[in-house]
């Protein structure tokens, strides 16, 4: 593995499947004055692509099956093990799917962060891209927030709209939302590895400058909205 400069905090990205928003928070990490180490790839499924991948990076990787467990709890205590191993101070969630007790949770509260397919608060859960079609409302996006017990909850660190397009389909919108998704995760992991952005008593408070403007950085017919502004513009 390339050596990684002093300082960096060592961050496990969770994932469950492919994992495209790893690779964008990997390729992200190269940078030398990026503030997050990737240290760990875990995934809970053993045939998990992105697996192969992050081993062809020479990222540390582990597997916690949930399937091998008797309960939530044990596998729980499996993977904090695994993450206190790698001396693990961030996760990012990366489409990990399992959902997570408010035990596990609360001892990473304000270090754990996830990337969603919509507009929170709107469309928790899954089929974001079908049920924001059939709502008809004019744009969608991603969002990352720090994590909370509730599923899909939890403050929100920057969120990037996306219009929706006459004769839209779910897979048109997904693609463009997942291109959304790849430029605003890395930003956000880097602010909170950064320090710049901090949860203080379930408030997300900004230290410093983000290094974007305060109404969001245009992209295109996309706009990207930070913290403490994320209510999305018109």
């Not at 709890?73 to 191993?85: H, K, R, T, V, Y």
């Not at 928790?124 to 899909?152: I, Q, W």
């Not at 939890?154 to 997904?174: H, K, N, Y």
Request: with cysteine; charged share 20%.
């Amino acid at each position: 593995m390339t050596p990684q400069p002093p300082g960096r905090i060592k961050t496990a990205i969770l994932i469950s499947g492919r994992g495209s928003n790893m690779m964008a928070l990997v390729e992200a990490a190269r940078a030398s004055d990026y503030p997050a180490e990737i240290a760990l790839v875990l995934s809970n499924r053993p045939e998990a692509p992105g697996l192969a991948w992050a081993r062809d990076q020479d990222i540390p990787t582990g597997i916690v099956d949930h399937r091998t467990f008797p309960d939530r709890e044990a596998f729980e205590a499996a993977l904090q093990g695994m993450l206190l191993e790698h001396q693990i101070a961030c996760i990012a969630l990366a489409g990990f799917m399992r959902v997570l007790t408010a035990p596990f949770v609360e001892q990473w509260a304000g270090r754990m962060i996830n990337i969603h397919p919509s507009l929170l608060p709107d469309f928790k859960g899954l089929n974001t891209y079908e049920r924001a079609l059939a709502a008809g409302v004019a744009r969608s996006g991603c969002t990352v927030h720090f994590v909370e017990p509730e599923m899909d909850s939890g403050p929100i660190i920057v969120q990037a709209p996306v219009a929706i397009e006459r004769d839209d389909t779910p897979d048109g919108l997904a693609a463009r939302i997942l291109r959304q998704e790849h430029r605003i995760y890395p930003l956000a992991l880097g602010w909170v590895t950064s320090g710049r952005i901090k949860l203080d008593n379930g408030v997300v408070t900004v230290r410093g400058t983000l290094g974007v403007d305060a109404d969001g950085v245009d992209a295109g017919s996309d706009t990207v909205v930070p913290a403490l502004s994320c209510n999305t513009r018109s």
